[in-house]
């Protein structure tokens, strides 16, 4: 009986290999930040496309990868599939982005914030924590990708699928380190 | 009364077996159809093999007619939540499985289909019932009427757990909003409250998965942990992605073998034949000792960042800790772990 969660790690380490593949030789050349950097870049859109389309951190990874030459190569090849409905959807989700965007910074423009003068003890420390907690939703946004553009309701579910599909990628990577210094010391 | 999911998985359990179910929400929203005979589904941690079998049993036994993924993604959602639900703990059973078997012959299957359909990122609408999920009548019915039963309870905590654990099972179709005694009517503080409620919900999700935040409350200390908590796993990707490439110079992967090799590290130690050696120069590895100075240094200044969560100076602390979030200290992984210390250090001489 098959774990769904190591399905998606097979997934994942099967797109991941698709990914690398695709530098194919010209890994020799690279110097290691390259490397890294190309390893990180196939990891990421490999991790992206197992939960293509139907989240939104996996759109804006996708998306942001596009924009580069690198990345848009990656993505049409492990995208291929479904490759057409994905990057309409990519591309719609960077332009309702911007204007989701517009729209909160005139929000929060016209937005006049309260003094309370001769507040109670228990009101001040209902408004500081809940300073904390939008200092904190803010910073959560920035570490979600794509979490800018979303509201507090789904920012958390994005965290928590997020979460999940990282904690397969750094267990697939992990994994795959170790079998990789394994056969270097067996040779 | 017996409606819903009833025995939650045992809280003893905890992150473990959220984490399994959270990720098996995730897969089983993702991936309908695995070809499961193609793959020997071994980078799975043994120790939570039971619980996963019994999701995807209870999944694939009972529903087949039915969305496959959605079905047990709602269950277990549902089930994930009945831990919380200290009024209806009724059944016995620790496992999931049977309260999903439950939970599908009550119908929420149909408002499984109903939240795929949604999306669970389209904004909630508070006090709207959605109509496909009021034609399914007799499956929401129950469910309405469990909220409103459970709203006559006047314990606030109480009511609010049990609220929230309601919402949590019906995701996100309607949200049931009665005003408590003494607060106000109108309809803003309503919706704020209904959308103070899903937010609790899911910040309970996510405490189960992130270790340690069970026992925290407040939204924004569970705010910071999960902050850390996804700071340091993107952290891990990163260093792990430096040092792969550090150590695989002339990185050619055979995909077969390689997951062949993968599937097989877990269970037993010996490899079959993997076609990776073909391409790795062993010049490069003295060149890579280097590199690996430098990642001592980037290693031993994310060690402060990382705070209480582990305190020996060692290199490896960061795949340690990280194995103790895993569900299960997995023989196999501390063994690749030790595999990879024996590595560098045969590097570093």
């Given at each position: 009986?098959?774990?769904?969660?190591?399905?998606?790690?097979?997934?994942?380490l099967?797109?991941w290999m698709?990914g690398l593949?695709?530098f194919?030789?010209?890994k020799?050349?690279m110097?290691i930040l390259e490397r890294k950097k190309a390893i990180k870049l196939s990891a990421?859109?490999?991790?992206?496309?197992?939960?293509?389309?139907?989240?939104?951190?996996?759109?804006?990874?996708?998306?942001?990868?596009?924009?580069?030459?690198?990345?848009?190569?990656?993505?049409?090849?492990?995208?291929?599939?479904?490759?057409?409905?994905?990057?309409?959807?990519?591309?719609?989700?960077?332009?309702?982005?911007?204007?989701?965007?517009?729209?909160?910074?005139?929000?929060?423009?016209?937005?006049?914030?309260?003094?309370?003068?001769?507040?109670?003890?228990?009101?001040?420390?209902?408004?500081?924590?809940?300073?904390?907690?939008?200092?904190?939703?803010?910073?959560?946004?920035?570490?979600?990708?794509?979490?800018?553009?979303?509201?507090?309701?789904?920012?958390?579910?994005?965290?928590?699928?997020?979460?999940?599909?990282?904690?397969?990628q750094v267990?697939v990577m992990r994994r795959s380190l170790a079998k990789a210094t394994e056969v270097v010391?067996?040779? | 009364?017996?409606?819903?999911?009833?025995?939650?998985?045992?809280?003893?359990?905890?992150?473990?077996?959220?984490?399994?179910?959270?990720?098996?929400?995730?897969?089983?929203?993702?991936?309908?159809?695995?070809?499961?005979?193609?793959?020997?589904?071994?980078?799975?941690?043994?120790?939570?093999?039971?619980?996963?079998?019994?999701?995807?049993?209870?999944?694939?036994?009972?529903?087949?007619?039915?969305?496959?993924?959605?079905?047990?993604?709602?269950?277990?959602?549902?089930?994930?939540?009945?831990?919380?639900?200290?009024?209806?703990?009724?059944?016995?059973?620790?496992?999931?499985?049977?309260?999903?078997?439950?939970?599908?012959?009550?119908?929420?299957?149909?408002?499984?289909?109903?939240?795929?359909?949604?999306?669970?990122?389209?904004?909630?609408?508070?006090?709207?019932?959605?109509?496909?999920?009021?034609?399914?009548?007799?499956?929401?019915?129950?469910?309405?009427?469990?909220?409103?039963?459970?709203?006559?309870?006047?314990?606030?905590?109480?009511?609010?757990?049990?609220?929230?654990?309601?919402?949590?099972?019906?995701?996100?179709?309607?949200?049931?909003?009665?005003?408590?005694?003494?607060?106000?009517?109108?309809?803003?503080?309503?919706?704020?409250?209904?959308?103070?409620?899903?937010?609790?919900?899911?910040?309970?999700?996510?405490?189960?998965?992130?270790?340690?935040?069970?026992?925290?409350?407040?939204?924004?200390?569970?705010?910071?942990?999960?902050?850390?908590?996804?700071?340091?796993?993107?952290?891990h990707v990163e260093f792990l992605s430096m040092r792969l490439a550090a150590v695989n110079p002339g990185m050619d992967f055979?995909?077969?073998?390689l997951?062949?090799?993968?599937?097989?590290?877990?269970?037993?130690?010996?490899?079959?034949?993997?076609?990776m050696?073909?391409?790795w120069?062993?010049?490069?590895?003295?060149?890579n000792?280097?590199q690996f100075?430098?990642h001592?240094?980037?290693?031993?200044?994310?060690?402060?960042?990382?705070?209480?969560?582990?305190?020996?100076?060692?290199?490896?602390?960061?795949e340690?800790?990280?194995?103790?979030?895993?569900?299960?200290?997995?023989?196999?992984?501390?063994?690749?772990?030790?595999?990879k210390?024996?590595g560098r250090?045969?590097?570093?001489?």
């Open positions: 009986m098959r774990a769904p969660r190591s399905v998606l790690k097979q997934q994942f099967k797109k698709m593949q695709v194919g030789s010209a020799q050349s110097s990421d859109i490999a991790l992206a496309s197992t939960r293509a389309g139907r989240t939104c951190w996996s759109r804006a990874i996708i998306a942001d990868a596009s924009k580069d030459d690198d990345g848009k190569v990656l993505v049409q090849h492990l995208l291929s599939p479904e490759s057409e409905r994905l990057k309409k959807a990519s591309t719609g989700l960077a332009m309702e982005n911007k204007r989701v965007r517009c729209k909160k910074i005139l929000k929060r423009s016209c937005c006049i914030k309260r003094v309370r003068k001769g507040a109670s003890k228990v009101v001040l420390a209902k408004s500081i924590s809940k300073r904390i907690v939008k200092r904190r939703t803010q910073v959560l946004k920035s570490l979600v990708p794509g979490g800018e553009f979303m509201d507090d309701i789904s920012l958390i579910e994005e965290t928590l699928d997020y979460m999940v599909s990282l904690r397969a267990d010391n067996g040779k | 009364m017996d409606l819903t999911t009833g025995s939650g998985p045992e809280l003893d359990e905890t992150g473990l077996d959220s984490l399994q179910l959270g990720e098996d929400i995730r897969h089983l929203i993702a991936a309908p159809s695995e070809n499961a005979s193609s793959f020997t589904a071994l980078l799975e941690l043994p120790a939570n093999q039971a619980v996963e079998l019994l999701h995807s049993d209870s999944g694939r036994k009972q529903y087949p007619n039915l969305t496959f993924p959605s079905n047990t993604a709602l269950l277990e959602r549902a089930a994930i939540f009945s831990v919380f639900h200290s009024s209806n703990s009724a059944d016995s059973c620790s496992v999931p499985s049977n309260s999903s078997s439950k939970n599908l012959e009550k119908g929420s299957a149909v408002k499984c289909e109903q939240l795929e359909t949604d999306s669970y990122l389209d904004s909630c609408q508070p006090l709207v019932s959605d109509p496909t999920v009021d034609n399914s009548a007799p499956n929401a019915r129950p469910s309405s009427k469990r909220k409103e039963r459970e709203k006559k309870v006047k314990a606030a905590s109480k009511k609010s757990k049990s609220e929230s654990s309601q919402q949590e099972e019906e995701k996100l179709p309607y949200v049931h909003v009665r005003a408590r005694r003494g607060q106000a009517t109108d309809s803003h503080s309503l919706a704020e409250r209904a959308r103070r409620e899903k937010i609790n919900q899911r910040m309970k999700l996510l405490q189960e998965l992130v270790p340690g935040c069970n026992k925290i409350s407040g939204t924004a200390l569970v705010l910071d942990e999960i902050i850390n908590h996804v700071q340091s796993l993107q952290r055979n995909v077969d073998s997951v062949a090799a993968e599937s097989g590290s877990l269970i037993d130690s010996n490899f079959p034949n993997m076609a050696p073909l391409m120069p062993e010049a490069q590895v003295n060149g000792r280097h100075q430098q001592w240094q980037f290693d031993s200044l994310q060690q402060p960042v990382w705070g209480r969560e582990e305190d020996s100076h060692n290199f490896i602390t960061p340690n800790s990280h194995l103790s979030y895993d569900s299960s200290a997995n023989s196999a992984s501390l063994h690749s772990n030790q595999l210390m024996e250090m045969k590097l570093h001489q």
